[in-house]
């Protein structure tokens, strides 16, 4: 079981850092646009329609690794406080009440939306010269789709923290600093920080 849990964990993962070079894209589509406009003032009305797809593409598939990664924001001023158990019938409760049917509707009403969007190659309105859309659309039914597999995955995982008391392991990725573990690494302390503290403070203007 925890093996297809983590293969899961896995394919979300691949897919958000597959999708993650759209940052990339996005940032050299627009600094272009910035160029050719007031620079050749050559600007292209079809520019605002791609900066849509590019980040509505990045967010839409960027949402099952987020929640493989549990980093979606959440209210947990009391939920940190809760012993695993609990964190677990709250979650599981969530995610059956609001989360698969939300998810589930998406999915299906996506995958209708998007064909709809193929059967008459659908280009955009918003500007003059509108790129087709109709890929841009497959991407709702396709993120959802991975979006519940991986809702899915977390139910599982929230039945057996229920059972065992504890959360079962997710598959690891980029993590931030361990601040002591690198002042252990590092042979820095306390006392060294505070000393250094002090060039920075000293001509600081009041």
């Given at each position: 079981?925890?093996?297809?849990?983590?293969?899961?964990?896995?394919?979300?993962?691949?897919?958000?850092?597959?999708?993650?070079?759209?940052?990339?894209?996005?940032?050299?589509?627009v600094?272009?646009?910035?160029?050719?406009?007031?620079?050749?003032?050559?600007?292209?009305?079809?520019?605002?329609?791609?900066?849509?797809?590019?980040?509505?593409?990045?967010?839409?598939?960027a949402?099952?690794?987020?929640?493989?990664?549990?980093?979606h924001?959440?209210?947990?001023?009391?939920y940190?406080?809760?012993?695993?158990?609990?964190?677990?019938?709250?979650?599981?409760?969530?995610?059956?009440?609001?989360?698969?049917?939300?998810?589930?509707?998406?999915?299906?009403?996506?995958?209708y939306?998007?064909?709809?969007?193929?059967?008459?190659?659908?280009?955009?309105?918003?500007?003059?010269?509108?790129?087709?859309?109709?890929?841009?659309?497959?991407v709702?039914?396709l993120?959802?789709?991975?979006?519940?597999?991986?809702?899915?995955?977390?139910?599982?995982?929230c039945?057996?923290?229920?059972?065992?008391?504890?959360?079962?392991?997710?598959?690891?990725?980029?993590?931030?600093?361990?601040?002591?573990?690198?002042?252990?690494?590092?042979?820095?302390?306390d006392?060294?920080?505070?000393?250094?503290?002090?060039?920075?403070?000293?001509?600081?203007?009041?």
């Amino acid at each position: 079981m925890q093996k297809t849990l983590l293969f899961v964990d896995r394919l979300s993962t691949w897919v958000g850092q597959a999708f993650s070079f759209c940052i990339v894209l996005l940032t050299l589509h627009v600094s272009w646009e910035v160029f050719s406009r007031y620079a050749l003032d050559n600007p292209r009305a079809w520019a605002f329609d791609g900066m849509i797809m590019l980040y509505g593409t990045l967010f839409m598939m960027a949402g099952a690794y987020t929640l493989a990664k549990n980093s979606h924001v959440r209210g947990d001023v009391l939920y940190g406080f809760f012993r695993p158990r609990t964190q677990a019938t709250l979650d599981l409760i969530l995610y059956i009440v609001f989360f698969i049917p939300g998810v589930f509707a998406l999915t299906y009403a996506g995958y209708y939306y998007a064909a709809d969007s193929w059967r008459i190659h659908e280009t955009s309105n918003i500007t003059a010269e509108g790129p087709p859309i109709y890929p841009f659309k497959t991407v709702i039914p396709l993120a959802g789709a991975i979006l519940l597999a991986q809702g899915i995955v977390e139910i599982i995982r929230c039945v057996i923290c229920i059972k065992q008391g504890h959360w079962p392991s997710r598959e690891q990725d980029v993590e931030e600093v361990d601040v002591e573990k690198l002042k252990q690494e590092l042979n820095v302390k306390d006392e060294d920080i505070e000393k250094l503290d002090v060039y920075v403070t000293k001509d600081k203007p009041r």
